[in-house]
């Protein structure tokens, strides 16, 4: 507000929050503060618009703060990427800077004033001297990320899916002993892919479909398939009869190269799955993670209901 070609700086509005009893981190308590300001901010605007305001600056003393505000929220913790989204949302992220602790109004409030003092205290009533000084003399901000944020920054783990090698090399069926986890980071890997070969725009980390699901295991199956069985998959599409200790299966190979039991219940009318149930050895990581899922889904069972169960889709060898 100019006062003859000078700016004018007076307190509009405060509000002051005490911090929960539940006990949250500083640079945590410190974003709060900067989503309260975000909404005072447009409470401010709301009720001034009958004033043409050009420009408005969020100021923080907190460079963590700052740094979270500047980031995408796909690389931060849910509790800190909720408010950092609805920060950019109800403000614009170049809008936020960075004031000095020692000349932030708010910083009054937190510590405390005697009545005595507070009634002259120049920084509460009217702000960081510096804003009297045109903008090239306002604070300079550090460029250097804060060490402090790295614990609300989502880990990045390097995950790769080969499809030749030893069983070992397929880190995937290794990141977790929670089938239904090394699942949905198949299907994060798979999108990556396809991604890369311009298949797909779908976002990587949103949530996994069902299609998307059955894909990751297939997938994850005919990689335990090209390690175990890698002769007779070849043999059989060159159309050359089973090896002798899968001949009484009648394996064939399906639409998706996918090694399956043949026989006579081709004929049943039974789902196909069950006809023709997915051939697996028994020593392989996926099917430790096959069968463990199972025996925790229904109830911790006995060896035979879980083969039963898993005869209803898979055929496991020796089993």
Request: glycine share 4%; aromatic share 8%; charged share 25%.
């Amino acid at each position: 507000m100019p006062r003859k070609n000078r700016p004018l700086e007076t307190l509009l509005v405060i509000v002051l929050k005490i911090a929960p009893a539940k006990k949250i981190s500083v640079p945590r308590l410190e974003l709060c503060g900067a989503w309260l300001l975000a909404r005072l901010l447009a409470f401010a605007q709301d009720n001034l618009s009958a004033i043409n305001i050009e420009k408005v600056t969020a100021w923080s003393d907190s460079t963590v703060t700052l740094h979270w505000i500047r980031s995408s929220t796909s690389r931060l913790k849910t509790f800190v990427a909720n408010r950092v989204s609805k920060i950019q949302d109800q403000t614009l992220v170049e809008s936020w800077r960075h004031v000095p602790t020692n000349d932030n109004p708010t910083d009054c409030a937190s510590r405390g004033l005697r009545p005595d003092l507070l009634a002259g205290h120049d920084i509460w009533w009217h702000g960081p001297p510096f804003l009297r000084q045109p903008k090239r003399e306002w604070p300079v901000e550090s460029t250097v990320s804060p060490i402090s944020c790295s614990e609300e920054e989502k880990e990045e783990k390097p995950i790769t899916l080969l499809s030749q090698g030893k069983e070992e090399d397929c880190r995937l069926l290794y990141q977790s002993d929670n089938l239904p986890k090394v699942l949905r980071l198949t299907v994060y890997w798979l999108r990556l892919r396809d991604r890369l070969g311009k298949k797909s725009s779908l976002p990587i980390t949103s949530p996994p479909t069902t299609d998307e699901t059955d894909r990751a295991l297939r997938s994850l199956v005919r990689w335990t398939q090209n390690i175990y069985f890698s002769d007779e998959k070849k043999e059989l599409s060159m159309g050359k009869p089973a090896r002798k200790h899968l001949r009484k299966l009648t394996p064939f190979l399906d639409d998706d190269h996918l090694l399956r039991v043949g026989g006579r219940l081709g004929y049943a009318e039974i789902p196909y799955n069950e006809k023709h149930p997915l051939l697996l050895p028994k020593s392989a990581r996926l099917t430790e993670l096959l069968i463990d899922f199972t025996h925790r889904k229904n109830g911790h069972p006995g060896p035979q209901t879980i083969q039963y169960l898993l005869r209803q889709n898979y055929w496991i060898l020796s089993s």
